[in-house]
């Protein structure tokens, strides 16, 4: 027996062999009988050592898993095996995929159309209330000369720019034609990033605040 | 150094096919398995069966192994989770009367003495092989006995001996294989051919 060879399966025995020899090794050791039997007799100095009373040192355990783990499948060609058999469920992935899919995008039509009688009287109100709310102040103004600019929804509160600005888009835009003035509008508003919100500012025709 | 690598890489032959790896582990561990499952059971013949059982278990299961943890923990719940359900199992088996046992209690007491290891008889040969390995042990030269000892009573690593005996790990890995060897070479006059596996595994 080589003394280096037992060298190293004395240090793999005590988990101190570098994985790369432990894998030599442990190819060696599966096969070779005598140094197997030589790992086993390691094992019994151990038991001896740690004094585990109670244990046959001599008891044919091995053995019988021996003959026991002969019988059984070996693990390596039952996994190929499994790997080899035909998979006839996958046939079903792509449309269980797009039955998914499918219902996911029911369930969101179906929780819109639930959402829809919640939006929609709001967002009607709210549509409603903003072209009518500058048609009765308009319609107001010809009493007083004045109108009111609509209040800014809160969540942007910096629509409105600087006041003596917007009296003159304003004023701008009831001299012009509709479209222009909308236009207009838009243009200033959306290149604008007034400072800091305002509330209501009243704008008489001829563009004087008050 | 990896710890469990010599483990991992009989773990991984046996994943791959390799049933003679397999056998190293069970070589390897059975004494402590056996050791184990006897907190559960008392008689030794039984911590056997309970042992081999959990083995074979075990063999099954490997393909799951993944290496997360030592191969000795993941084989010791088996083990552990195997005598629990044989305790129970047993306790829920119906008791066996013996209603002739007062008038032979001679031959139940033989028939005890025959599967229990601990009585002289079934204790010869594991008695020899441990007043064997005890007189190789005693026989050593100090710094092996001490290495010897170190790992295998104290479980110390190669490097922790190192820094006991304050000498290099080299020096660690000859002592305990040179403490190894003189032991086994007692030890073989004994088993003769492996631990008397080669009938078996004729």
Not at chain 2, 156 to 182: H, K, N, Q
Request: hydrophobic content about 45%.
């Amino acid at each position: 027996m080589n003394e280096e060879l037992d060298s190293q399966l004395s240090a793999m025995f005590d988990d101190e062999l570098p994985p790369q020899e432990c894998e030599l090794l442990a190819r060696r050791l599966s096969r070779d009988e005598a140094l197997k039997a030589r790992w086993g007799r390691y094992a019994v100095v151990g038991a001896v050592i740690r004094a585990e009373r109670g244990v046959r040192l001599n008891a044919p355990l091995a053995g019988r898993v021996n003959a026991a783990i002969s019988a059984e499948p070996t693990l390596g060609a039952v996994a190929a095996s499994r790997s080899a058999l035909p998979t006839p469920v996958r046939w079903w992935q792509p449309l269980a995929g797009a039955a998914v899919a499918a219902g996911v995008a029911a369930a969101s039509v179906l929780w819109l159309r639930a959402q829809a009688p919640a939006v929609l009287p709001l967002t009607a109100q709210h549509a409603a209330s903003a072209v009518a709310a500058p048609l009765l102040k308009a319609s107001a103004g010809l009493n007083d000369a004045s109108y009111v600019t609509p209040r800014m929804p809160a969540v942007r509160p910096m629509l409105v720019p600087s006041t003596q600005l917007a009296n003159y888009v304003v004023a701008h835009s009831m001299v012009s034609s509709p479209v222009a003035g909308r236009n207009l509008l838009s243009a200033f508003i959306s290149s604008e990033s007034p400072p800091t919100p305002v509330e209501d500012v009243r704008v008489n025709v001829a563009g004087d605040a008050k | 150094m990896s710890a469990d690598a010599s483990d991992l890489s009989l773990v991984r032959r046996v994943q791959r096919g390799d049933k003679g790896a397999f056998d190293a582990l069970v070589l390897k561990y059975q004494h402590k398995l056996v050791k184990l499952v006897m907190r559960y059971v008392r008689n030794p013949a039984e911590a056997e069966d309970i042992a081999q059982e959990a083995f074979i278990k075990a063999y099954r299961a490997l393909p799951q192994f993944r290496g997360d943890s030592a191969f000795y923990t993941w084989l010791y719940r088996i083990a552990i989770n195997t005598a629990k359900n044989a305790v129970v199992s047993r306790d829920r088996s119906p008791i066996e009367y013996d209603l002739d046992r007062n008038s032979s209690d001679e031959s139940y007491e033989m028939q005890g003495r025959m599967k229990d290891p601990e009585t002289p008889e079934g204790l010869v040969l594991t008695d020899e092989i441990r007043s064997t390995v005890n007189a190789a042990i005693d026989a050593l030269p100090e710094d092996l006995r001490t290495a010897i000892v170190l790992r295998e009573l104290e479980g110390l690593s190669y490097e922790e001996i190192a820094t006991a005996m304050d000498c290099p790990v080299g020096t660690v890995r000859s002592r305990i294989f040179r403490a190894r060897e003189a032991i086994d070479k007692r030890l073989r006059e004994i088993f003769e051919g492996g631990l008397g596996r080669a009938e078996e595994l004729g």
